[in-house]
Structures are given as structure tokens and as C-alpha cells.
């Protein structure tokens, strides 16, 4: 029986393949083709709400708000990077974290810890979207999001007692979205001075964590604990107003320096004056200044035929830098034709002056201030100065000065009405640059500050609507200027002779009152009578 249905087997099997190839052929070769209909192509509105979720999980960032630039270019240039950074980070990663290993060992018995394995991989981070923000300050600030999943092998080794323990960082995810602000900008290569990073959201990091091929992050509640712990410690360090600073370049070698106070300087007299004209006498007076000071030099009034001449007349100089500036003093003989003879000049060191105290200097005027050359023994006479150095309030604590508590807002003292104070102090205004300035006839732009009856003006650019002239006029006033208007006004100048030779662009009135209750004022001004025209100004009122 079982050698019969044996047989009828392999004859089912023999006859059963040759009979259903057969059948297939002549089925595929006589059946009809079924007509095939074209897809329907419909807008998204009409395939219901979640129909955009389904086709597209991830929107970029680049879609959703359309300030964010995309960035393609940059992430190729990581991917191609990406090896050469990786080794960098790592040796970078292995010598921050040589000191830090160092500080457990013998702790806790542990004897060593070392990386077994360090390498960030094959995928950079992406860049899913990059924004540039405008700000009036000196610097250029940028926002992007970064998203990496990465294929980290980090494997740490810790040498406890006689155990070997391996740690291995896995399935590493990381989501931030940065600030990055450079600043100040500075006229020396890079042309910043620091790197300052802050998040704008707290950070998600996600990652696994093997010891000894066990994953410790599937303990209940780990994972949760492990996430919040990470998110608060990098929030409290880097989360925005928290920022982290980045040195580049010595900013006291690049920053522009500030005025910090005032000197003040009385030149008395000077006596034994050498005679320079015909008839035995001298018609002197005293031209002071500041080294590194671009201002015009400051002069006394002229003393005919007097070699022993009283001035009593004062002065004041901004001082910038009181460690390194000199007082620079020139006596010259006036002519009415020609150049004026010098009589003898002198130097005064700004630091040997003590904030506050008033001191007078008796100096023998020398003829210049080569150290090399063999002093002459012909006496050239003496000056007399009284010189005193007044900070200004808000500089006072950086020279031993009584500090000013008051309320500050963004690093700026605020004061009320009742608290101004009557006194002298220092207006500094500086012309940033202006935009879209256009004239009729020519577009030669320059800008002229009006206050109190006294112009300054810019150098004039050729040709451009938008200037940029970081030029700064400063002056010197007795009392706060409340209730007063500083005058700004673009003009335009043609070069060849003509009637229409100066064209007005624009002007604008600034109230000083607010100035002088803030301390500073940053801020871009539409131009009167201009289309679109605009100027970059920034004023500040510093008190003695």
C-alpha cells in the first residue's frame, strides 16, 4: 500500500508541473490587459487636516518661519569637515578632561580613568535653519537650530580596586537652538573679539548608556531623571540671559577706549622765555594736547612782547586712557607772517596724577623730547600748569573713587527728574552711518551736528546712499543740557562750482532729556523731508 501511494505521487508530481506552466502561458498570453487609470492629483487642503502631517512628519525649519535661511551649502561643507573636525574635538575633548580625570584619582578607589575609545563618528551635526538678527550694537548676532543623531563610539574605562569597568555612550541625540553673538567688531583680523553663545531653549539630549554591555538608561525612572538632571544644569549655565564667552582677541589691545574722565588744565605763566624777534621779545602762547587724541589741539590767547607772559586760562581734555596718555605742552612764538618759532615744549605723564588731586607742575622747557640727542644748556625757560584728573561718576570706582549705586538697566545708569544732578560732564555723540539718503541732483553725503550754536561735520563720501562715517563729536558743558535738541541734518555737496551745490537729504532733531536720564541712547532716527532716509546715532552724557 505505501509502495502504491508512493508512486501515485511522484506521478501526480511529474504530470502536475509540465500541466500548470501550460496553463499559466496560455492565460498570460490570451487574458486581456486591464486598463491602468492615472493617479488623481489633488490640492493637500482637500485630502483633510492631518494629510500634511502623513506626507511630510518633519517640516523644515526654512518652511515654518521663513527668516530662518537655508543652509545647505554649510552642511556640506561640515559633511566634507566632519573627519578633520571629528579628530580635533576629540584631541580637544581628551586634554579638557585630562585634569578633570586627575582630581578622582584615589577617590573612591578608583586608580585610572582613561578613553578606551573617543571618535564622534560619521555624521556631523545639521544645520537645519540660520537667522540673522539686526541690532544697533557693534556686533553680528546669529540663531540657528541643530539637530544631530549621531554614531558616536565613546567608550570610557574606569580602573576601581581590581574591577575593569567600560562605559559606552550610545544612540547620542542632540536638538539646541543656539544664539551666537560676535562682538564687539573690531578692525583686526578676525574682526571680532569674542564669541558669546546662549540657548534660547533648553537643549534635548537623548543617548543610551552600556556598562559592561548592560544598558543602564532601561532601569524605571533613570531615563526621566537622567533628561531633567542634563536639561537643568546646561539651562542654568548656558540657557539665555546665561551666556558663555568665548575670548578671540585681547580686547584691551583692540577696543575702542572710552573717555573715563576729565583733566583738567590751568596754565599759569611762563618765565625767561627765549627772545625771538628783532627788538628782543617774544610774543608767546601755549598750544596742549592729548596723545592719542585726534581733536584739534587747545590754545591760549597770544601775550605781545612779554617774556615773563600770565595766561591764568583753563582747559579741559578728555582723557581716554590715563595709564598711558601725555599731557603734551608747546610754547610758540606768533608771527604775523610765516611760520611760528617754537620756544619749548614739555611732557606731563597722565599717571602721575591721582584722581582728585590738584598738583602744579613747575617745567624747564626743553627743545623737543628726543632722549638720544645731547640736551642743549641754553635755557629755554619755564612753565607753570596746575593739572587735576576728575573721572567721571560712573568711571569713579575704577580709581578708588566713591562708586555710584544706582539703578542700572542693561549695564546703563537710569535716573529719575529729581535725581540729575547739576554739574559739568562730557556729550558724546557719534554718526554711525546713514541709509537710503538720496538727492535730486547728487549723492556726495555728509552730516552736520548743530548744538548750542556750535557745528561739527563728518568727511564727506562720494557717490553713496549709504554713507557710514563712525565719527564722534564730543562737548564739554557745564550742566546737563535738559530740555535741549541736538540738530542733525545729511547734506550733499557737488565738487565743481555751481548754484545747486549743497542739496540738503534730511534732517532730524533728537531731545537730549532722555540722554541724560539713561546715560546713552543707541538708536536709528527717520530723516525729516526724506523718503526713507535714516542715520545710526549714538549719543552719551557722562557726568564729572
Not at 100 to 106: P, S, V
Not at 205 to 216: K, T, Y
Not at 289 to 312: C, I, M
Amino acid at each position: 500500500m505505501g509502495l502504491v501511494s508512493s508512486f501515485l505521487g511522484i506521478l501526480g508530481f511529474t504530470i502536475g508541473i509540465p500541466l500548470g506552466l501550460l496553463v499559466g502561458f496560455f492565460l498570460f498570453v490570451y487574458s486581456e490587459t486591464k486598463q491602468v487609470k492615472e493617479p488623481v492629483v489633488r490640492p493637500i487642503s482637500e485630502l483633510g487636516p492631518n494629510a500634511l502631517q502623513e506626507l511630510l512628519p518633519e517640516i523644515p525649519l526654512w518652511v515654518k518661519t521663513p527668516d530662518y535661511e537655508r543652509v545647505d551649502w554649510l552642511n556640506k561643507f561640515l559633511l566634507d569637515m566632519w573627519p578633520f573636525l571629528d579628530k580635533a574635538i576629540c584631541g580637544m575633548i581628551r586634554t579638557t578632561a585630562q585634569p578633570i580625570f586627575a582630581e578622582y584619582i584615589g577617590k573612591y578607589q578608583i586608580k585610572a580613568i582613561e578613553f578606551d575609545k573617543l571618535s564622534l563618528g560619521t555624521l556631523p551635526p545639521t544645520i537645519c535653519g540660520i537667522k540673522i538678527l539686526e541690532t544697533n550694537e557693534k556686533e553680528l548676532v546669529m540663531e540657528q537650530v541643530i539637530k544631530w543623531a549621531g554614531n558616536p563610539n565613546i567608550v570610557l574605562t574606569l580602573h576601581v580596586s581590581s574591577l575593569k569597568i567600560k562605559v559606552q555612550l550610545v544612540d547620542l541625540q542632540i536638538f539646541a537652538t543656539p544664539r551666537i553673538t560676535l562682538r564687539p567688531l573690531v578692525p583686526t583680523f578676525p574682526c571680532f573679539a569674542k564669541i558669546v553663545v546662549s540657548l534660547m531653549e533648553k537643549p534635548h539630549v537623548d543617548f543610551g548608556m552600556a556598562i559592561s554591555g548592560g544598558d543602564i538608561m532601561s532601569i524605571p525612572g533613570l531615563y526621566r531623571f537622567v533628561q531633567e538632571t542634563i536639561k537643568k544644569q546646561v539651562a542654568s549655565l548656558y540657557l539665555w540671559p546665561q551666556t558663555l564667552e568665548i575670548p578671540i582677541l585681547d580686547e584691551s589691545t583692540v577696543a575702542i577706549k572710552k573717555p573715563v574722565g576729565i583733566l583738567h588744565v590751568n596754565v599759569v605763566r611762563a618765565h625767561k622765555l627765549l627772545k625771538m624777534d628783532i627788538l628782543g621779545t617774544s610774543d608767546p602762547y601755549v598750544k596742549l594736547s592729548l596723545t592719542g587724541d585726534k581733536l584739534p589741539a587747545k590754545k591760549t590767547t597770544v601775550k605781545r612782547k612779554n617774556l615773563n607772559p600770565v595766561w591764568n586760562e583753563k582747559f579741559k581734555l578728555v582723557v581716554k586712557d590715563p595709564q598711558s596718555q601725555v599731557l603734551q605742552l608747546q610754547v610758540f612764538d606768533w608771527d604775523k607772517v610765516g611760520g611760528h618759532d617754537k620756544l619749548g615744549m614739555q611732557l606731563v605723564p597722565m599717571k602721575l596724577l591721582k584722581p582728585y588731586e590738584n598738583k602744579e607742575f613747575t617745567l624747564d622747557l626743553l627743545k623737543d623730547t628726543n632722549i638720544s640727542e645731547t640736551p642743549s644748556k641754553k635755557s629755554r625757560g619755564q612753565i607753570v600748569v596746575d593739572l587735576t584728573f576728575v573721572p567721571f561718576k560712573e568711571d569713579s570706582s575704577k580709581f578708588g573713587g566713591p562708586s555710584e549705586d544706582g539703578r542700572k538697566e542693561n549695564g546703563i545708569d537710569v535716573v529719575s527728574d529729581d535725581e540729575v544732578q547739576e554739574g559739568a560732564g562730557l556729550l558724546s555723540v557719534l554718526i554711525q552711518e546713514a541709509e537710503e539718503v538720496e538727492g535730486e541732483h547728487h549723492n556726495n553725503p555728509y552730516a552736520v551736528v548743530t548744538f548750542r550754536g556750535e557745528k561739527r561735520r563728518t568727511k564727506m563720501l562720494k557717490k553713496t546712499r549709504h554713507p557710514r562715517w563712525n565719527e564722534e563729536f564730543q562737548f564739554m558743558l557745564e550742566e546737563p543740557p535738559l530740555q535741549e535738541k541736538l540738530h542733525i541734518e545729511v547734506m550733499s555737496k557737488r565738487k565743481s562750482f555751481s548754484f545747486l551745490s549743497k542739496e540738503s537729504l534730511g534732517h532730524v532733531e533728537i531731545n537730549l532729556n532722555d540722554v541724560v536720564h539713561n546715560g546713552r541712547l543707541n538708536d536709528k532716527y527717520h530723516l525729516i523731508n526724506s523718503r526713507n532716509g535714516e542715520i545710526h546715532v549714538e549719543i552719551r552724557w557722562k557726568v564729572v
